[in-house]
């Protein structure tokens, strides 16, 4: 099956991410608490961008609902155009909504002003490139990389995380924690079932391992605990101090242009 699903974060290493952000950050405050929304609602960074106090509420925040379509009539005929006053109620954590409100008090920020301001931008609030690149350092300092697409210059597929990928990671967790893919739907604010179901296919593991056994299709299983993967062994040393940044780096750099691990 062919799809554009581009992995997914274990909570430990969402854990692990959002507690580094004052290794590269100069507002550690804000970044976090972006960083813990986009984790525990699934919203498109451009979403959460877009909060507003307003929309805090005690255990759930009120966001924009993009790529959300409506029908009007334009010269006679019924035409499908993009809805821009769409909302969407989120569930989080009433500690988040306690800790937003509290950030938002700290910091003088009131009704109709974004949550997530900037003097830097048209729009004056924080801009999602930002986010990415903000994303990439924290990651890359706590050493959690994805396969991304082919570089064609380095043939390097490496990179750090990247906001979709919260998204991708809460939508898995929900799946594991209800097994309902229309809780997941929901948090989401998917138009159709049909986008979510991808969530469904990946996560059924358990399914396609017994399926692989009735039919004689049996993956060989490594040793309970054993870690093969080299980008995974590496990970593992860089964490237990095992590797120097400098060492770990260099190694990175040897398995990404490993043409036999590449096309692994």
């Known amino acids: 099956m062919d799809t554009k699903f581009s992995g997914f974060l274990e909570p430990e290493e969402i854990r692990s991410i959002i507690e ?17 929304l986009l984790w525990q609602s699934g919203a498109r960074v ?15 925040v009120v966001l924009q609902n993009l790529k959300q379509f409506k029908r009007v009539k334009q010269e006679g005929k019924s035409i499908r155009v993009s809805d821009a006053a769409a909302l969407k109620e ?3 954590s009433q500690q988040l909504c306690d800790k937003l409100k509290a950030y938002c008090k700290a910091n003088g920020i009131g009704e109709g002003e974004w949550v997530f301001p900037s003097n830097r931008t048209k729009v004056k609030h924080l801009r999602r490139e930002y986010v990415w690149v903000m994303l990439g350092k924290v990651s890359s300092a706590v050493g959690i ?8 210059r380095t043939g390097g597929r490496f990179k ?17 924690e209800t097994g309902n893919i229309m809780v997941v739907k929901q948090q989401l604010g998917h138009a159709s079932v049909t986008t979510t179901q991808i969530y469904a296919y990946i996560s059924n593991t358990d399914l396609q391992n017994k399926i692989n056994c009735a039919f004689g299709k049996v993956k060989r299983k490594t040793e ?29 750099n040897v398995l990404q242009q490993s043409e036999s691990f590449i096309s692994n």
Do not use: C, W
């Open 224 to 252: 309970a605990g054993m870690i093969t993967n080299p980008i995974q062994v590496l990970q593992l040393k860089f964490a237990n101090g095992d590797l120097t940044q400098e060492e770990y780096q260099q190694k990175i």
């Open 90 to 92: 989120v569930v989080i």
């Open 20 to 36: 580094a952000v004052p290794l590269v950050s100069l507002h550690p405050d804000r970044d976090q608490i972006l960083l813990e």
């Open 46 to 60: 451009s979403e959460a961008l877009t909060l507003v106090p307003e929309h805090i509420g005690p255990s759930s």
């Open 145 to 152: 990389f994805r396969f991304g697409k082919k570089n064609l």
């Open 160 to 176: 750090g995380a990247f906001p979709h990928l919260f998204r991708h990671s809460t939508a898995m967790k929900l799946l594991e």
